[in-house]
T-cell receptor
């Protein structure tokens, strides 16, 4: 089945440092989505990338989708303590039944110390 | 607008029992999917329903089943519970098959 690998598993940074998490799929994806889960909370949608080579920005967050639509990255510039949480990528692939499965990576847990 | 509602939020069962979890999606959302979240395995896809039809299923044993009703509410059932079924079960709804997922708070199941 579809595998979505995400690295690193954990990242501990000082406030103000940058952070990047990477996501790789074994197959071509229809789209890729990113979610953030705060400790004790549930995943919350951040963004969706659809086009090959797409780059989107949300304030200090930059999301990229690879040319082959198999990899993606999330980069946070100048982290803040509010960025703490686990960041998940999720690759979507349609099946022949018009159904879909959004397969999540295992996430990168970000800890930011002031 | 109300979010995704899952009940119960917490429950404790013993091995061999069965459990039913409920999910009410956001009004107007017809797609409901279920995920199991554990510390070691992350978020694992269980199944997805659209208009009462299961369109996709993850790699879980037959003890895990689900259904969706005409009002889009969904239930999942786990029979013959095992210790390894202890997890946070998350339900998510969306407008359509490729849109963003809106997650509920989850049902935390502990199997003793």
């Amino acid at each position: 089945g579809q595998q979505v690998m995400q690295i690193p598993q954990y990242q501990h940074v000082q406030e103000g440092e940058d952070f990047t998490t990477y996501c790789n799929s074994s197959t071509t994806l229809s789209n890729i989505q990113w979610y953030k889960q705060r400790p004790g909370g549930h995943p919350v949608f951040l963004i969706q990338l659809v086009k090959s080579g797409e780059v989107k920005k949300q304030k200090r967050l930059t999301f990229q989708f690879g040319e082959a639509k198999k990899n993606s990255s999330l980069h946070i510039t100048a982290t803040q303590t509010t960025d703490v949480g686990t960041y998940f990528c999720a690759g979507l692939k349609m099946n022949s039944n018009s159904g879909y499965a959004l397969n999540f990576g295992k996430g990168t847990s970000l800890l930011v110390t002031p | 607008k109300a979010g995704v509602t899952q009940t119960p939020r917490y429950l404790i069962k013993t091995r061999g029992q069965q459990v039913t979890l409920s999910c009410s999606p956001i009004s107007g959302h017809r797609s409901v999917s279920w995920y199991q979240q554990t510390p070691g395995q992350g978020l694992q896809f269980l199944f997805e329903y659209f208009s009462e039809t299961q369109r996709n299923k993850g790699n879980f044993p037959g003890r895990f089943s689900g259904r969706q009703f005409s009002n889009s509410r969904s239930e999942m059932n786990v029979s013959t519970l095992e210790l390894g079924d202890s997890a946070l079960y998350l339900c998510a709804s969306s407008w359509g098959p490729t849109g963003e997922l809106f997650f509920g708070e989850g049902s935390r199941l502990t199997v003793l």
